[in-house]
């Protein structure tokens, strides 16, 4: 079993890099990839610090989860085996403490005057703190306390906070569509700067993804010759949508990929290794992989 998806106090996730590791070994995972968000600290640790070297047994795959966009969409991909130093030296300048926050409250402006331009009513003093929030959980907490608002917005969409963001930074027809390409790199930008530094690079959980037609949108990608392969298995997905996933990869001659996308104790039912006990993913999908290292 291996688990290609994982995070730690690094991003969003709540164990740190020795946790993880430690559960990992636990588990005698045979292959682990630690994927934090737009970082590859994680690695930079297990490299400084020996006795973190010696803890989890199986194969170490070097990787990140870093957003970007692609056709205006904001999306995931996860890099792979990639060189350390040099992503994580453009990966360090490129979201500093101070960059986050000037990118963050621009979000949140750009989306107060999306509300006031599209009638949606939300509080005349609302303030943002980008140390402590993100810009959709404010706007969002905001809209529903003004069930005016209600009839904008799907049932799904008003009640679930997550489903709401993913709509926002996805659905171009939703209310609140915002392009995040003034905010992040693109897939084009990324797709070079991975495979400049011998790293392959994979979609991130498709299915999460606020489309009306996923595999046309992943077709739109591939065509464009933008993905080494696709996460096939992951812990939100179906038995039918993963069917789907691996008979296209099969088909596009993709490589696959696969993990939990555990954050640790934040997500408790979402497990390393096994998901919501829907995943035991074989080894064998990283035979043609073609890695070393």
């Given at each position: 079993m291996i688990d290609l998806h994982s995070h730690t106090t690094n991003s969003d996730g709540t164990w740190t890099t020795k946790e993880l590791l430690m559960k990992a070994e636990k588990l005698k995972l045979e292959a682990l990839s630690i994927t934090d968000h737009d970082t590859a600290k994680s690695y930079i640790e297990i490299e400084k610090n020996e006795s973190l070297q010696n803890?989890?047994?199986g194969k170490l795959i070097r990787g990140a989860e870093l957003n970007c966009t692609f056709d205006g969409i904001k999306i995931e991909i996860l890099a792979y085996n990639f060189?350390?130093?040099?992503?994580?030296?453009?990966?360090?300048?490129?979201y500093t403490l101070e960059k986050n926050r000037k990118r963050l409250i621009e979000e949140f402006y750009d989306l107060v005057s999306i509300c006031n331009e599209k009638g949606i009513k939300i509080e005349?003093?609302?303030?943002?703190?980008?140390d402590i929030e993100y810009p959709?959980?404010?706007?969002y907490n905001s809209i529903i306390q003004f069930q005016e608002n209600r009839k904008i917005f799907t049932e799904e969409q008003w009640k679930n906070k997550a489903l709401f963001f993913r709509t926002c930074t996805v659905d171009k027809k939703f209310p609140l569509y915002r392009d995040f390409s003034k905010q992040m790199p693109t897939l084009e930008f990324f797709n070079q700067l991975i495979h400049?530094?011998?790293?392959?690079?994979?979609l991130a959980h498709l299915y999460k993804y606020q489309l009306d037609n996923h595999i046309e949108y992943l077709n739109k990608i591939v065509d464009k010759n933008l993905l080494d392969g696709v996460e096939v298995y992951h812990s939100s997905y179906t038995d039918e949508q993963i069917k789907t996933l691996e008979?296209?990869?099969?088909e596009k001659g993709m490589l696959m990929s696969g993990g939990s996308d555990c954050h640790g104790e934040k997500k408790k039912d979402?497990?390393?290794?096994?998901?919501?006990?829907?995943?035991?993913?074989?080894?064998?999908?990283?035979?043609?992989?073609?890695?070393d290292k």
């Open positions: 803890i989890f047994k060189d350390l130093h040099p992503i994580q030296e453009w990966l360090g300048d490129y005349n003093d609302l303030s943002y703190n980008p959709v959980d404010v706007i400049e530094h011998n790293g392959k690079i994979f008979k296209y990869c099969i979402r497990k390393l290794g096994i998901g919501y006990g829907n995943l035991n993913i074989n080894k064998m999908i990283m035979d043609n992989w073609n890695i």
